[in-house]
T-cell receptor
């Protein structure tokens, strides 16, 4: 089983739609969770950290479910500029490496 | 502007050649990392350094070497022992090991 699993997509949605991605992780000792966004042939950029109580940043909402070992990202009112690959990233305690999912591709169409 | 600078953007390696990828940061971050990204795969950690003059192997260190003589700099050498070097190489840094990592804009390495 992969340490971090994501549905590769692509998720094709119209502008204005709400879309959600899930990501599951296998290490129950994982402590930190992040969503990164990666545009085609570019570097990943931090979108948001994911906190235990869930957190929101504008149109983006991240949730963590420790019992089921998954995190989610909800994007409301999708924009064309949201088209990208969204990477789920998990980190253990101490210095343990970040483990990256392979990403979920989102395509927002007019 | 503060950030992470990688150079060159594109690099071509000949058979049997060692090449060095540069990574410089002016964020005053202690920790620096090198990742490799292949199509359809997640980023994989090559080497990381938590502090100057110290570095550790990641998951795929074979065929690579690094140095950390200065806080700002963490160059990666792809040696001739790395038989499949074609990939997108990403350098990252973080202020502490708990903080999220921020990436440079990457170097694309190909074989001639």
């Amino acid at each position: 089983r992969k340490e971090v699993e994501q549905d590769p997509g692509p998720f094709n949605v119209p502008e204005g739609a709400t879309v959600a991605f899930n990501c599951t992780y296998s290490n129950s000792a994982s402590q930190s969770f992040f969503w990164y966004r990666q545009d085609c042939r570019k570097e990943p950029k931090l979108l948001m950290s994911v906190y235990s109580s869930g957190n929101e940043d504008g149109r983006f909402t991240a949730q963590l479910n420790r019992a089921s070992q998954y995190i989610s990202l909800l994007i409301r009112d999708s924009k064309l500029s949201d088209s990208a690959t969204y990477l789920c990233v998990v980190k253990g305690t101490g210095f343990q490496k970040l483990v990256f999912g392979t990403g979920t591709r989102l395509l927002v169409s007019p | 502007d503060g950030g992470i600078t990688q150079s060159p953007k594109y690099l071509f390696r000949k058979e049997g050649q060692n090449v060095t990828l540069s990574c410089e940061q002016n964020l005053n971050h202690d920790a620096m990392y090198w990742y490799r990204q292949d199509p359809g795969q997640g980023l994989r950690l090559i080497y990381y350094s938590q502090i100057v003059n110290d570095f550790q192997k990641g998951d795929i260190a074979e065929g690579y070497s690094v140095s950390r003589e200065k806080k700002e700099s963490f160059p990666l050498t792809v040696t001739s022992a790395q038989k499949n070097p074609t990939a997108f190489y990403l350098c990252a840094s973080s202020s502490t090991r708990e903080q999220p990592q921020h990436f440079g804009d990457g170097t694309r390495l190909s074989i001639l």
